[in-house]
């Protein structure tokens, strides 16, 4: 089969970005991807946007955002996985050059979130199930991963304490992150006492309503030897899951069975364990995700999540850094752009690239964690060098 | 934190969007609403239970099925809202969203009768029924049971 690699990546700064359109941040985006890579858009095949896009003014955006950073005649389409949509559109334009269709294509993630007010956003994010859920209780993401976390707290133990760790962690990433929404330093004390948004998670267990695009330029190892790139990022596996629409036909609310399902199937395609992991981006919407993500992903055992951040293990210096980008809690979390952000990351990690925020790597293998909705979608992908 | 630069920006034509559901081949369910009456399906082919209800069975294909009411189950999981979704701002109470199991297939979505979320623990049972609220709007409500028939976790 033919392998694919990462030859440019490019990210926009994530925030509420009232200064830009949607199409003027994809633009940032794919223009630092692009120049990242040393091609023009000419040796692109195939554009894929992902993006959630349903708080936009338009309601179709790939053939302006494609218009608009000069790729026109190269987008056929724009994939929608909620907040996983990121990783579904670089999912796709890795099955294409796969499959022979496409040399090099480009994954645009881009998200527009701040244009409408935060009950509207809200409402709008709630709306994964509306018909059984959303019509009758008010549902928002914030509620069912606070769902999941009351679950989990009783099963496990698992404290606020523990929660607000993972923020202050996070945070503190952001902090060093020019790229961030939040750039600022918080404690476990300004944590706990944030005001509650769905008990038990409170302001700071939550990400923000963020702005933002992210791009990715995949290759063949043919088109890569062409382009006479040196040692690029290869992308050694991509796994998939999901889960029911209704949260109320779930086996249970303290793990998040999709990130099982994908990490496994990533793990045998890779052929690795998740000790070989360098450095992960998990998906941090909320505090209470990471910490089922390091346990559905093999990172500790199932219900020793809480313990893994106590123990520090998850900083850089730690068994397994996590989210040293600042994690969708503190970079950000504009819904499309998430995935591609994610891969962003890993890359400039493996190139030894990330700067003050440089993980030591041993065996130069990274993991991408992207849920969409509640689990209702799990990609994982692996990048190695 | 400090205050985000004002830019200029041009106001979008509102959208309003108001949907007309179909209920035809649900209407028991959205009826026994109304009556405080929680309904599921059960596959009269092979016997599969569906919660929310479905009138088809994907399990075997058939679209033959009987109606049952559930009106028991023990919490799973809860939380109380403190943001609130478009739709739902003119709700003055933080209400508390709850999970309760009622068979090893089903498990019911509503709001719980309770006000202090410190009274609520997981495992409760609780009494499934259903209300119209004063906007219009149905909706599902766990009612704690008495202490009488409290589970043990409560006294801990």
């Known amino acids: ?385 | 934190m400090s205050k985000a630069p004002e830019y200029p920006s041009i106001k979008s034509r509102t959208l309003t969007i108001t949907h007309d559901i179909p209920i035809s081949r649900t209407k028991v369910y959205w009826d026994g609403l109304r009556e405080g009456k929680v309904y599921a399906t059960k596959c009269k082919n092979c016997g599969q239970t569906y919660y929310p209800p479905q009138p088809d069975c994907p399990n075997c294909l058939t679209s033959n099925m009987d109606w049952i009411q559930i009106s028991e189950g023990t919490l799973e999981t809860f939380t109380q809202a403190y943001l609130k979704p478009q739709g739902f701002t003119h709700y003055e109470q933080n209400y508390i969203i709850a999970i309760a199991k009622v068979s090893e297939e089903i498990k019911v979505m509503g709001w719980l009768e309770e006000t202090d979320i410190k009274n609520v623990k997981v495992e409760m049972p609780v009494e499934i029924t259903a209300k119209t609220m004063p906007d219009g709007f149905p909706t599902i409500i766990l009612k704690p049971k008495q202490t009488s028939t409290q589970h043990p976790a409560l006294n801990q």
Request: charged fraction near 20%.
């Open chain 1, 1 to 385: 089969m033919k392998r694919v690699a990462i030859i440019g990546v490019g990210h926009s700064k994530f925030g509420v970005r009232a200064d830009a359109t949607y199409c003027e941040l994809a633009f940032e985006a794919v223009k630092e991807a692009i120049e990242d890579a040393g091609i023009t858009q000419k040796d692109i095949d195939l554009s894929v946007v992902g993006s959630v896009g349903n708080r936009l003014y338009d309601m179709y955006p790939a053939p302006s955002v494609n218009e608009y950073v000069g790729l026109t005649f190269k987008g056929p389409l724009r994939v929608e996985a909620a907040c996983a949509s990121g990783s579904a559109a670089i999912f796709t334009a890795y099955n294409a050059i796969k499959s022979g269709f496409a040399e090099t294509a480009i994954a645009i993630g881009v998200e527009k979130m701040c244009e409408v007010d935060t009950p509207t956003s809200t409402a709008i994010g709630g709306r994964g199930c509306y018909l059984w859920e959303f019509h009758m209780f008010g549902t928002s993401f914030a509620a069912y991963y606070a769902l999941f976390a009351t679950a989990h707290m009783t099963k496990y133990g698992t404290k606020e304490e523990q929660l607000a760790k993972v923020a202050v962690k996070n945070h503190y990433y952001g902090a060093r992150n020019p790229k961030a929404h939040f750039q600022r330093e918080i404690n476990v004390e300004q944590a706990l006492k944030s005001r509650v948004i769905c008990w038990p998670l409170k302001l700071y267990d939550c990400c923000p309503i963020s702005d933002g695009a992210a791009a990715i330029i995949l290759a063949s190892e043919e088109k890569v030897k062409e382009l006479k790139i040196q040692d690029p990022i290869w992308i050694l596996a991509i796994g998939y899951g999901s889960d029911t629409g209704n949260l109320t036909r779930r086996e249970d609310y303290t793990s998040i069975k999709s990130t099982r399902i994908a990490s496994q199937m990533a793990y045998k395609m890779a052929k690795i364990n998740p000790e070989d992991i360098d450095v992960a981006e998990v998906h941090d919407c909320f505090t209470i995700a990471e910490i089922m993500a390091y346990e559905d992903l093999g990172f500790c055992k199932k219900g020793e999540g809480g313990k893994l951040i106590d123990e520090g293990q998850t900083w850089i210096g730690g068994k397994i850094p996590v989210n040293v980008d600042g994690g969708l809690k503190a970079k950000g979390h504009p819904l499309g752009a998430t995935g591609c952000s994610m891969i962003y990351e890993l890359t400039k990690q493996l190139r030894n690239e990330a700067g003050n925020r440089q993980v030591p790597l041993k065996k130069y293998l990274a993991l991408a964690h992207n849920v969409g909705m509640t689990g209702q979608y799990c990609y994982v992908t692996i990048l190695g060098r």
